[in-house]
């Protein structure tokens, strides 16, 4: 799996992965992408009687045996990722909006609800609104509607973020 960011960093993901019970990163590998910022390639893996399937990639130098990690496993470790850079590109999912209205599509159809505890995470569906905010007001399109949206949620925009703290009207 890879990560892109310009604020996500090796200790992030470690840190996104350590409560996860059972689930490993190997190969680990930072690298320079093109378009600048950081970015990271991965490989996650489970050790427990929960993590029944094969990984189709083995170790380097590892353990033939590796056991995948599972869906939630991912997804839980994608979101906490996304709670730091809700713009970043993790695995396919360009940004945390898109991550959460995926795993929503998925829990409609094939997958449990159980399976994505993070679409209960209320911190996550903010980042992921306010993202959306910040596209309309960029393109210039932002209804009064969503500005009072925004004067809403001000209390979950960072407060390093000046593009939207000054929209929603939140003083210096």
């Known amino acids: 799996m890879k990560v892109y960011s310009d604020t ?3 200790m ?6 350590a409560p996860i019970e059972d689930v ?3 190969d680990f590998r930072a690298f320079s992408p093109r378009k600048g910022g950081n970015g990271y390639e991965l490989f996650l893996y489970g050790a427990g009687e929960r993590h029944k399937r094969r ?7 590892g353990r033939s045996e590796s056991m995948a990690a599972t869906w939630t496993d991912f ?8 709670k730091i850079d809700p713009r970043a590109e993790i695995a396919f999912y360009n940004g945390v909006g898109e991550f959460i209205a995926e795993t929503e599509r998925a829990t409609e159809s094939y997958r449990s609800r159980n399976e994505a505890p993070w679409l209960a995470d209320t911190e996550l569906h903010h980042k992921a609104r306010l993202e959306a905010l910040r596209a309309e007001l960029r393109a210039e ?5 969503e500005l009072a949206e925004l004067q809403g949620l001000a209390e979950h925009i960072d407060p390093g973020d000046i593009e939207l703290l000054e929209a929603a009207g939140v003083p210096e």
């Open 24 to 26: 490993y990163v190997e």
């Open 75 to 82: 997804g839980v470790m994608i979101a906490a990722l996304f």
């Open 12 to 17: 992030d993901i470690e840190h996104a992965v």
């Open 55 to 61: 990984s189709a990639h083995a170790p380097i130098g």
């Open 141 to 145: 399109q932002i209804s009064y509607g």
């Open 8 to 10: 996500i960093t090796r």
